[in-house]
């Protein structure tokens, strides 16, 4: 079955409604490598009851509308689904660590960049807390369908990439991720089986089962935190950036990183493979 463009596009999803408290705050940031080093109190605050605070990246967890591309009236091979782009911006600072929150998603693009290059579907997502209906963050994310191209959609425009200095990074960090960082992240609710089961990693192509993009963009935002925000969440108010290659559970990411003015730009790379994981990043820091 050939992707349904005339009902995907302009898609609407039906609200989802998000309760999360305190312990899934925790969860989220254990996910993305927060609390690897006990003694260190500025990652405590991220893993601790104790002056909790959320991480800004949180927000792409929240109000998530679920495995809704597995749903067989949308054509789509979901199986070769990948991410390709996320940002997000907070616009109420600091995230709180526990609310009801409400997301409403919707498809604002589809590309077709041909039967052999698969397409492009863009959307985004409002969150919204649910006792004042105050705009808490709005997400932006591009997803790449492998397997979805030559529906005869329109091949473009696709949004420009922000760019990267040619100079060498100003700071490098080095974050470890553990073997079973995937089967962590997934609790905090990204339950696609391309993270966990090795026979469907296999049949989208991968020798094992990756880790989730969001998570390797979660171990990212911990880097700009570090390098630029002395672990002040309140101090990032947006980020985003492309995903192009995998990880793999237990590899290294390097985040490589530039400022200019408030604006952090970034890359991120697997020390193990040399080779670049997340591009064309961008983080935007408040006064």
């Not at 690897?36 to 509308?65: C, I, N, T, W």
Request: aromatic share 8%.
């Amino acid at each position: 079955m050939a992707l349904n463009y005339r009902q995907l596009m302009g898609l609407t999803l039906p609200d989802a409604v998000n309760a999360y408290t305190q312990r899934d705050t925790m969860l989220y940031a254990l996910g993305v490598g927060l609390g690897a080093d006990p003694m260190d109190e500025r990652q405590l605050r991220f893993v601790y009851e104790e002056g909790l605070k959320a991480m800004p990246s949180m927000a792409v967890v929240l109000g998530h509308p679920g495995m809704w591309i597995k749903d067989p009236q949308y054509g789509l091979d979901w199986v070769k689904g990948v991410h390709g782009e996320q940002g997000f911006t907070i616009h109420k600072q600091p995230l709180p660590t526990a609310a009801t929150v409400i997301g409403r998603t919707k498809v604002t693009a589809i590309v077709d960049k041909g039967k052999e290059k698969g397409a492009i579907m863009y959307s985004e997502r409002q969150i919204l807390d649910q006792a004042s209906g105050e705009l808490l963050a709005s997400l932006t994310q591009s997803y790449f369908l492998r397997g979805d191209g030559g529906f005869g959609g329109p091949d473009g425009p696709t949004p420009p990439v922000h760019g990267l200095p040619d100079s060498a990074p100003e700071k490098t960090l080095d974050l470890p991720t553990l073997p079973r960082a995937a089967l962590i992240y997934r609790l905090s609710g990204d339950y696609n089986p391309l993270h966990a089961d090795p026979k469907v990693a296999k049949a989208a192509g991968f020798p094992r089962p990756i880790l989730h993009g969001l998570c390797t963009f979660g171990v990212a935002t911990h880097a700009i935190l570090a390098g630029y925000c002395d672990y002040d969440p309140a101090r990032l108010t947006g980020m985003q950036a492309r995903f192009s290659s995998p990880v793999y559970p237990g590899e290294t990411i390097r985040a490589e990183m530039w400022k200019n003015g408030n604006v952090v730009s970034f890359r991120a790379r697997v020390l193990e493979r040399d080779v670049v994981v997340l591009n064309n990043g961008r983080a935007d820091l408040g006064a």
